[in-house]
């Protein structure tokens, strides 16, 4: 059975944005590069069921610049048998990744294909639905909880105020979100392995583009606000400014 | 030039997202101009008070009707939304960015090979051609997306958007006819939380609490809070990660965005992880232990105290008064 998963390469959440000076994309300078966390659960997830079916092969499709490899090369560490890298430089639009994606996994004819529920650069959460169409699969997004059963797996998903069942047949699109599973870290041996796991690749077929970044900016700064009180005695003033300048109880 | 909004249903009622949906979609349509139209598009298992959508400013609402969609099916709700743009031709679609629209429009974009800005918290439309803006790295900074190609896609973000009333608009009820395509994924049981909470992104006052609460027995302080308040309850990411609270209630940038009206941060010191996800409430008020603490530079009311005696104070005197008066 081959599992497909999509990682993508990101800024830490530590990351203080900076705009560059094309004023439409972020200040690489002094970033920490990080696998997007919400696909370590989708690698993790993998792992634990070519671990469990005692075969089958796990292979990470990452699309980005030059830059991605060191990301790669932790995924296969962590344990995925080998990597595909879609060449493409800049931050390409969802759907023409989306097709980039569809294109190299259509041949693989994998039982799952796996991506995090969004990348924490843009949030956009887009490319895992868009692959379930491209690919004509069943999809469902945002999984906290998976179980296989046969030829069909049930996960379960967050919504507003409750959670949805899901049952569907394989292959299937599924996108984790947190909570499913604790992802393991590269141990040394894995990244001693991982040196010799091959990383193919070559030019991203992207098509578009559907979408054009027209600027990046940093929100207004909050103005700052003022201590109203220390401790119990500051509870009243703090519900007198609430009801009073707030207008808010 | 027309536009399209998904209109959202569940358990046979519409989703107030939806009507913050229609009200942008009312305003987009005016300064787009050319005597555009706004159009409905629903999928259910049959009619879920369409009509009454006209006062929210739909002109007429196109119904997909179909046993199969009383419950969430994305192939099946996509292509009811594909065939409503084939009928309308609109210049935009509007979704909620809730966890269905949010499943929902990249399908869409997929199918129709159309440009999809998620999550976006403003539109402007000038000389015929939208723009979008919309957070990204969590809110860290600000996106602004044109579309190459039409229609554009957009979903919009819950509570940004203000819905029209008395719109006095039809909201004329249309069949829309749509054969669901055979689909390995179904619904099989929606599980609501008990008491029927408001999901994080949906309320109006969120109270999260943090580290400072030193174990997960005394987040009892915080529901009790947030129950004085109305406020559904968060939590730092540092709690949920030590199993404190589940990682449905993590705000920040690897658990959800919220922009309440108000957004009262109990023990957090404030990670710019943390501050990324909250920045946008439009009242922070923070309780915190430490002064210098990072939370106290985005608040707008601060106090500085042990919160296990300021929260069940503020609780107790809160209950006094009637906080929705």
Redesign the interface.
């Given at each position: 059975m081959i599992q497909v998963v999509c990682i993508k390469q990101v800024?830490d959440?530590?990351?203080?944005?900076k705009?560059a000076a094309d004023g439409r994309s972020?200040d690489p300078a002094g970033v920490t590069w990080i696998l997007n966390?919400?696909d370590e659960f989708a690698l993790e997830q993998a792992l634990r069921l070519r671990e469990a079916e005692g075969s089958g092969e796990v292979v990470v499709l990452s699309l980005g610049g030059a830059g991605i490899q060191p990301t790669l090369r932790n995924a296969l560490a962590m344990g995925a048998d080998r990597a595909i890298h879609l060449e493409a430089d800049g931050a390409p639009?969802?759907?023409a990744v989306?097709n980039a994606l569809a294109a190299e996994i259509r041949p693989l004819s994998p039982a799952i294909v796996w991506c995090g529920r969004q990348a924490?650069?843009?949030?956009?959460?887009?490319?895992?639905?868009?692959?379930?169409?491209?690919l004509g699969?069943?999809?469902?997004?945002?999984v906290?909880k998976f179980e296989r059963s046969g030829d069909?797996v049930?996960v379960e998903?967050?919504?507003?105020?409750?959670?949805?069942?899901?049952?569907?047949?394989?292959p299937?699109v599924i996108t984790t979100?947190?909570?499913l599973n604790e992802p393991r870290y590269a141990s040394l041996k894995g990244i001693m392995a991982a040196k010799k796991k091959p990383i193919d690749a070559k030019p991203a077929a992207l098509g578009?583009?559907?979408?054009?970044?027209?600027?990046?900016?940093?929100?207004a700064a909050?103005s700052?606000?003022?201590?109203?009180?220390?401790?119990?005695e500051?509870?009243?003033e703090?519900?007198r400014?609430?009801?009073e300048e707030?207008k808010?109880? | 030039m027309s536009v399209l909004v998904f209109i959202e249903q569940r358990e046979g009622q519409v989703r107030s997202v939806s009507r913050e949906a229609l009200g942008e979609a009312t305003r987009l349509a005016a300064s787009l101009g050319g005597g555009g139209e706004v159009v409905g598009v629903c999928a259910a298992a049959s009619d879920p008070g369409l009509a009454a959508l006209g006062d929210a400013g739909a002109d007429r609402v196109l119904l997909a009707a179909h046993p199969g969609f009383a419950?969430?099916d994305?192939?099946g709700y996509?292509a009811a939304v594909a065939a409503a743009v084939e009928a309308v031709k609109p210049a935009a679609v509007l979704f909620a960015a809730?966890?269905?629209g949010?499943?929902?429009?990249?399908?869409v974009?997929?199918?129709l090979?159309?440009?999809?800005?998620?999550?976006c918290t403003s539109l402007t439309a000038t000389a015929g051609a939208l723009?979008a803006t919309?957070?990204?790295?969590?809110?860290?900074?600000?996106?602004?997306?044109?579309?190459?190609?039409s229609p554009a896609l957009v979903s919009l973000r819950p509570k940004v958007f203000a819905p029209v009333t008395g719109a006095g608009k039809r909201g004329a009820v249309e069949p829309l006819a749509v054969e669901p395509p055979a689909?390995?994924?179904?619904?099989?049981?929606?599980?609501?939380?008990s008491g029927?909470?408001?999901?994080l992104?949906?309320s109006e006052?969120v109270v999260s609490g943090g580290r400072g609460l030193k174990g997960p027995e005394h987040f009892k302080l915080i529901e009790d809070l947030a129950a004085a308040?109305g406020a559904t309850v968060g939590a730092s990411r540092a709690v949920?990660d030590a199993g404190w609270r589940?990682?449905?209630e993590?705000v920040?940038?690897?658990?959800k965005?919220v922009s309440p009206?108000?957004y009262v941060a109990v023990g957090i010191s404030g990670?710019?992880?943390h501050l990324?996800g909250m920045?946008?409430s439009r009242?922070?008020?923070a309780i915190n232990k430490d002064?210098d603490a990072p939370i106290?530079?985005?608040?707008?009311?601060?106090?500085?105290?042990?919160l296990f005696?300021?929260v069940p104070?503020?609780t107790e005197?809160?209950k006094k008064?009637d906080?929705h008066a």
């Open positions: 800024a959440s530590e990351t203080r944005v705009v972020l966390p919400y639009d969802a759907l989306a924490i650069d843009d949030d956009a959460a887009a490319v895992g639905p868009m692959l379930g169409e491209l699969l069943p999809c469902v997004t945002s906290s069909s049930v998903r967050d919504i507003e105020g409750g959670r949805e069942v899901v049952e569907t047949t394989l299937a979100d947190k909570g578009g583009p559907y979408l054009e970044v027209a600027s990046l900016a940093l929100p909050r700052a606000g003022r201590i109203v009180g220390q401790g119990v500051g509870v009243p703090l519900i400014v609430l009801r707030a808010l109880l | 419950r969430y994305g192939a996509a809730s966890s269905l949010r499943d929902l429009a990249p399908r974009a997929a199918k090979g159309a440009g999809l800005a998620a999550d723009t919309r957070p990204v790295y969590a809110g860290k900074a600000i996106q602004t997306v044109r579309f190459p190609k689909s390995g994924a179904r619904v099989r049981e929606v599980v609501t939380q029927g909470k408001v999901d992104t949906e006052i308040l949920v589940p990682h449905s993590q920040g940038q690897t658990g965005t009206k108000l990670a710019i992880q990324a920045s946008s009242c922070i008020v002064p106290f530079k985005i608040a707008d009311y601060g106090l500085v105290g042990d005696e300021v104070a503020l005197q809160l008064i906080v």
